[in-house]
């Protein structure tokens, strides 16, 4: 199993910057990806911003240019620096890391998701 532990979040002014955190714990060398959504109520979950064990980075459209995804193997830590951040930027930030474990029966899939991280931009 893996356990996430997201931090950072908070209010911030638009156009200032936050940086969120999320620490990994248990069976990390199952990871294969890290990645960060969000969630707004009323709205469908967005993901935001994706890194893979070699350290590729992806990242959606309404982001790119101003969000940053990052990873500290030594820490077993992602994070996500937020830039130029917008009123639309308002939700709760979750970090899931996608799994792989080889079993008789062949490679087995499961994700795990933090608890969550409340980014609010607002004057």
């Known amino acids: 199993q893996v356990q996430l532990v997201e931090s950072g979040g908070g209010l911030v002014q638009p156009g200032g910057s936050l940086s969120l955190s999320c620490a990994a714990s248990?069976?990390?060398?199952?990871?294969?990806?890290m990645c960060w959504y969000r969630h707004t109520p009323g709205k469908e979950r967005e993901l935001v911003a994706t890194i893979t064990s070699g350290g590729s980075t992806n990242y959606a459209d309404s982001v790119k240019g101003r969000f940053t995804i990052s990873g500290d193997n030594a820490k077993n830590t992602v994070y996500l620096q937020m830039n130029s951040l917008k009123a639309e930027d308002t939700a709760v930030y979750h970090c899931?890391?996608?799994?792989?474990?080889?079993?008789?029966?062949?490679?087995?899939?499961?994700?795990?998701w933090g608890q969550g991280t409340q980014v609010t931009v607002s004057s």
């Open positions: 248990g069976s990390i060398f199952s990871i294969t990806v």
């Open positions: 899931k890391a996608e799994t792989v474990t080889l079993r008789p029966t062949g490679p087995y899939r499961y994700d795990y």
